[in-house]
């Protein structure tokens, strides 16, 4: 079956850096996705990974690593603003996004 | 630009009885897709199209239709609504299925 693997909660102080881990098993890849979601709101895009490596986007970065199924998101100069629920997916042979249950990201002042 | 827009925010809706769900974009994306959310689980995809005219299944289809008469709209139709529909219902578009996709702000549905 297809899987994707993310923490349920993490917490972290404002100002400091997070790293939210995401790994997957699925059936075919073809790029991997990471979207924030605020309570009650919609997703929205962040980044996109298809090839091995980090790519970097101001505060945020993400990482992937094809061979081992991993990737990750870090978050730099926390703001409490960032106190969201972050969303892996990845694109399988389908080319259909398959969806991790996401982490709820709780920053402290 | 309105993006992707939802209707109904959110309803209460009586077991057996039927709903449509409306979903409009105005990027003139080829792909459109509806999803439900519910806690603890991940998205998943209810329907897709990958262009006007065209539909497909996907992971939880069981009660659900939908159409695709042309580019903009993509509404989602519930039967005969049962209490395990209750969720929270995105819509979201893409220029192709190889594009990231953008979200409707979803719509909140309980059957009772």
């Known amino acids: 079956g297809q899987n994707i693997d993310q923490p349920t909660e993490m917490t972290a102080t404002e100002g400091a850096i997070v790293q939210i881990n995401c790994t997957y098993q699925t059936s075919g890849f073809n790029g991997l996705f990471w979207y924030q979601q605020h309570a009650g709101e919609a997703p929205t895009f962040l980044s996109y990974n298809v090839l091995d490596g980090l790519e970097e986007k101001g505060r945020f970065s993400s990482f992937l690593s094809r061979s081992k199924g991993y990737s990750y998101l870090l978050l730099k100069e926390l703001q409490m603003k960032d106190s969201a629920s972050y969303l892996c997916a990845v694109r399988d042979s389908n080319y259909q996004l398959i969806w991790g249950a996401g982490t709820k990201l709780i920053i402290k002042p | 630009t309105a993006g992707i827009t939802q209707a109904p925010t959110s309803q209460i809706l009586a077991a057996g009885r039927s709903m449509t769900l409306r979903c409009t974009q105005d990027?003139?994306?080829?792909?459109m897709y509806w999803y439900r959310q519910d806690l603890g689980l991940g998205l998943r995809l209810i329907h897709y199209?990958?262009?006007?005219?065209?539909?497909g299944k996907g992971e939880v289809p069981d009660g659900y239709s939908v159409s695709r008469a042309n580019t903009d709209d993509f509404p989602l139709t519930l039967a005969s609504a049962v209490p395990s529909q209750t969720s929270v219902y995105f819509c979201?578009?893409?220029?192709?299925?190889?594009?990231?996709?953008?979200f409707g702000p979803g719509t909140r549905l309980t059957v009772t």
């Open positions: 199209s990958n262009t006007a005219g065209t539909t």
């Open positions: 979201a578009s893409s220029d192709s299925d190889r594009g990231e996709q953008y």
């Open positions: 990027m003139r994306h080829n792909a």
